[in-house]
């Protein structure tokens, strides 16, 4: 396959796209995630379960940044936490993702609008189930894309590596951040994933 072409699938991302305009957890970062956020709620409307804290994914960051935010809509704050990316999204370990799938057997991240479900007990302990709201992430129930803890989501990764690990697809964050979005996450709301810039 020649430099460049697209892979059948695959959505890759600009380099012009990868390049984050503000600092996460600055007063303008937070302000576009809080509206982000709102839009997306307000185009899916009745999908979803609960609309009081959404959880917007901003894959325009590196897995070295917490990437990982919670827009609480009732009272206009946003938490950070960082997040790991399919490992067939960044097959050179980066620590950037840079293209996002929903095919079968990619191990790459969607992109999209997912509804945020019951816990259950699986392959990494307690995770969260995820149903794709969007065509681009529609086969997410399907190839087992959850919301999860993973050991490689830690800052000591980052301390020795610069990076944090990457999962099969889902969305993995650390022990303790994970424990978060089983409170106040799950039950319905809404998890939204792009390069939010």
Not at 47 to 69: I, N, Q, Y
Not at 122 to 147: C, F, H, Q, W
Not at 167 to 184: K, P, V, Y
């Amino acid at each position: 396959m020649p430099p460049g072409a697209a892979v059948p699938g695959m959505a890759p991302v600009s380099p012009a796209a990868a390049l984050p305009t503000s600092p996460v957890g600055t007063p303008e970062y937070n302000r576009r995630i809080l509206a982000n956020a709102k839009r997306q709620v307000e185009r899916l409307g009745s999908k979803l379960w609960r609309t009081d804290v959404v959880g917007m994914a901003d894959f325009s960051r590196p897995s070295w940044e917490p990437r990982m935010h919670f827009a609480n809509l009732e009272n206009g704050t946003v938490r950070s936490f960082l997040l790991a990316h399919g490992k067939g999204s960044d097959l050179d370990h980066t620590g950037w993702l840079q293209t996002f799938s929903s095919q079968y057997g990619s191990l790459a991240t969607s992109r999209g609008a997912y509804l945020t479900c019951e816990w259950y007990t699986g392959k990494y302990g307690t995770s969260i189930r995820l149903v794709g709201l969007d065509p681009d992430n529609r086969t997410a129930l399907e190839r087992m894309i959850v919301m999860h803890s993973a050991w490689y989501v830690d800052p000591g990764m980052i301390a020795k590596w610069g990076k944090i690990g990457r999962s099969d697809g889902c969305f993995a964050m650390s022990q303790t951040d994970f424990n978060e979005a089983l409170w106040h996450l799950s039950g319905g709301r809404l998890l939204f994933a792009d390069r939010i810039v």
